[in-house]
């Protein structure tokens, strides 16, 4: 058969009889893989040993000069920019020491969806200024609410008859 000719991996159809496992055989072999594991991370056990952080060459590292989520999404924004509006603006400030190691560097990055601003900013203002148009209506007296209701009525009798 093709299963003994090329060894027990070959994925070949076999009959049902020979297809059977020993249910104690498999609980054995998942225990040992689990005891080796276990043994391979725990086997050593040294302590943590705590060493300054690498700096780059900078000697002051503060928490705003650590990667962040725009730090990752950078690739995302790349691959994706067609879809969104993005500007990036980048000022460095040069020293006299290297340019390598600037004094000051400011990052600053803008980025529009542009289909929130074609679909949902028209739908957004199209609906303010329907709602400051019927807030108009709701600082009159109750004199105009009077005529606004006859004059529903009328044009609803004319219309349904």
């Given at each position: ?15 049902h009889e020979r297809a059977s496992y020993s249910g104690v055989i498999v609980f054995g072999v998942i225990l040992l893989v689990v005891a080796v594991t276990y ?44 879809f969104f509006n993005v500007k990036e603006q980048v000022r460095i400030k040069q020293t006299q020491r290297h340019p390598a190691f600037p004094e000051r560097l ?56």
């Open positions: 058969t093709t299963a003994g000719a090329f060894g027990w991996l070959w994925l070949t159809p076999v009959s043994l391979l991370l725990h086997a050593r056990r040294t302590s943590i040993h705590r060493t300054p952080l690498w700096d780059c060459g900078f000697e002051k590292v503060t928490s705003r000069m650590q990667y962040n989520a725009t730090s990752f999404s950078m690739p995302i924004r790349r691959i994706f920019g067609f400011h990052y600053h990055l803008r980025i529009r969806d542009r289909f929130w601003n074609w679909i949902y900013q028209p739908i957004s203002d199209l609906s303010f200024w329907v709602s400051r148009k019927v807030g108009r209506l709701q600082q009159g007296r109750i004199q105009v609410y009077l005529v606004y209701s006859f004059i529903t009525i009328i044009v609803l009798l004319l219309f349904f008859r």
